[in-house]
T-cell receptor, first 110, second 119 residues
C-alpha cells in the first residue's frame, strides 16, 4: 500500500511560469519530507526538504509547502527554466526509511 | 571520484549467474542504502546499513545478499535471480547516527544506479 502518492505523472509548464508539483501522504507519523530531482541515466539528486514542524521552506527558486492537516505537500518552482525538466520525487521519512512517490515528470518549454 | 559511485552501470545476467553490484561513497557518511526501482513503481528501500551494521531488511528475498565491509563501501551480491528482478538498483548514503529518527537518515545522496537485466 503506497503511503506517498504523486497523482500527476507529468506536468508541462512554459518557461518563466510557476511549476507546482503535488504530493499526498497517508502516514501521520512521517516527520520529514524531501524532494528529489532525477535526470535520465542519473541517480536522484536532493533538492529541498521540510520538517513536519514547519509549513514552508524556501531555497532560491524552490519552495516547499506542507499542510499537515491535509497530509499534503507541494513544490513550487518559480520562475521555471528549461533545465528544470526532470522527474521529481517526493519522499517522506519514517524511522530509517524514506518512502518515495512514483514521481512527476516536469517539462519546461521555452 | 566524488559523491556516490556505482559499478557496473549496466549488467545483463542469466538466472543461474552470480554477480555483485558495488557502491562507494566519498562523502564521509556512515549510513548506506540499497534501493530498487522497477518500471512504473516508486523507489523501494531494500537494505540500510548504519555504521556497517544492517539496521533494515525490507523483506528482501535471500537471492539478494548485501555486504558492508566499511562505511564507504556497499555490495549487493546477486544469485539465481528471476526476470522480474530486472530493475534499476540505486545506492545512497547519508550521515548516520546513534539511532532513532532525530537528525538521522535525512538527506540521502544517490549514485547513478545499475541497470540490471535478468534473462
Amino acid at each position: 500500500d503506497q503511503q506517498v502518492k504523486q497523482n500527476s505523472p507529468s506536468l508541462s509548464v512554459q518557461e518563466g511560469r510557476i511549476s507546482i508539483l503535488n504530493c499526498d501522504y497517508t502516514n501521520s507519523m512521517f516527520d520529514y519530507f524531501l524532494w528529489y530531482k532525477k535526470y535520465p541515466a542519473e541517480g536522484p539528486t536532493f533538492l529541498i526538504s521540510i520538517s513536519s514542524i514547519k509549513d514552508k521552506n524556501e531555497d532560491g527558486r524552490f519552495t516547499v509547502f506542507l499542510n499537515k492537516s491535509a497530509k499534503h505537500l507541494s513544490l513550487h518552482i518559480v520562475p521555471s527554466q528549461p533545465g528544470d525538466s526532470a522527474v521529481y520525487f517526493c519522499a517522506a521519512r519514517s524511522g530509517y526509511a524514506l518512502n518515495f512517490g512514483k514521481g512527476t515528470s516536469l517539462l519546461v518549454t521555452p | 571520484e566524488t559523491g556516490v559511485t556505482q559499478t557496473p552501470r549496466h549488467l545483463v545476467m542469466g538466472m543461474t549467474n552470480k554477480k555483485s553490484l558495488k557502491c562507494e561513497q566519498h562523502l564521509g557518511h556512515n549510513a548506506m542504502y540499497w534501493y530498487k526501482q522497477s518500471a512504473k513503481k516508486p523507489l523501494e528501500l531494500m537494505f540500510v546499513y548504519n555504521f556497517k551494521e544492517q539496521t533494515e531488511n525490507n523483506s528482501v528475498p535471500s537471492r539478494f545478499s548485501p555486504e558492508c565491509p566499511n562505511s564507504s563501501h556497499l555490495f549487493l551480491h546477486l544469485h539465481t535471480l528471476q526476470p522480474e528482478d530486472s530493475a534499476l538498483y540505486l545506492c545512497a548514503s547519508s550521515q548516520g547516527g546513534s539511532g532513532g529518527s532525530g537528525g538521522v537518515y535525512n538527506e540521502q545522496f544517490f549514485g547513478p544506479g545499475t541497470r540490471l537485466t535478468v534473462l
